[in-house]
């Protein structure tokens, strides 16, 4: 009997690119978005079916969950993939956009996390694979908040790994670096005010590199292939790096003082 999967924000991206290759892979795919109404692809594929869901609605989270075991008997795996990436100047940022930002990369995950655990404690176990970043244990200028979310999502979900362990349910954390997607362009937030021209030339330079970073990432489709991997092996592995620079930053972040590797960024990012 073929597995299953739930993957959350399915509609571009890492997320939409997921659920085709678990697709690819023979896998059942439950492919879940705010808007199922808007795809144009996803909905073209037998072993596909997609509900509406939003992370910040538990009735959502809960409709979709149940909607998705009765038609594939069970879910095997949950991709905790929907968020997106605020940055720009925190002086400038107003409570409503911080709440934003964390009411769905970390309270949205911690939901539907939250709702799948009865259901694979039931069953006998299951996978939760969050997707954190390399920001979840390293930061770059201007993007406070959103590393402040994918730091929680780190801390969370190792801490739950100690709770779920007793009924075989596996806690696994994805941290990708620098990949093609709309996190640098069309889904990006990047907050600045004219009333703060102080952090100007900061932002105008941090900017140049950070884009650049985004053209020159790697595809979605590598991200895929490590969440299938993750999904896939039996082992008790947590922490998964992909993508560039990823497992460099975090390697030198561990090995080096605080100084030395601040120095690294601060030279990378030309200030």
Known sequence: MPKTVLITG?????????????????????????????????????????????VTDNHSIQSAIACAIQE??????????????????????NDEIIEQQFNTNVFGLMRVTRAIIPHMRDQGGGTIIQIASMGGRITFPLYSIYHGSK???????????????????????????AIKTEFYGNGRQFIMSDDL??????????????????????????????????????????????????????????LLPDSWYFSIIKRSYKI
């Open 10 to 54: 399915t509609s571009s991206g890492i997320g939409k690119l997921t659920a085709i290759y678990f697709a690819q892979q023979g896998w059942n795919v439950a492919a879940t978005m705010r808007n199922p109404s808007k795809d144009k692809e996803l909905c073209n594929l037998s072993n596909v079916k997609l509900y509406s869901l939003d």
């Open 197 to 254: 021209p102080m952090y100007k030339s900061l932002v105008d330079t941090v900017e140049k590199v950070s884009q650049e970073a985004g053209r020159n990432g790697e595809p979605p489709e590598v991200v895929a292939k490590v969440i299938f991997q993750a999904a896939s092996d039996r082992s008790s592995k947590m922490r998964y790096s992909v993508g560039q620079p990823a497992p460099l930053l975090l390697m030198l972040r561990k």
């Open 151 to 177: 730091w929680a999502v780190e801390g969370f979900s190792e801490a739950l790994h100690y709770e779920l362990e007793p009924f075989n349910i596996k806690v696994k954390i994805i941290e990708p670096g």
């Open 72 to 93: 594939f008997g069970k879910i095997d795996v949950l991709v905790n993939n929907a968020g997106f990436g605020v940055d720009g100047v925190f002086e400038a940022m």
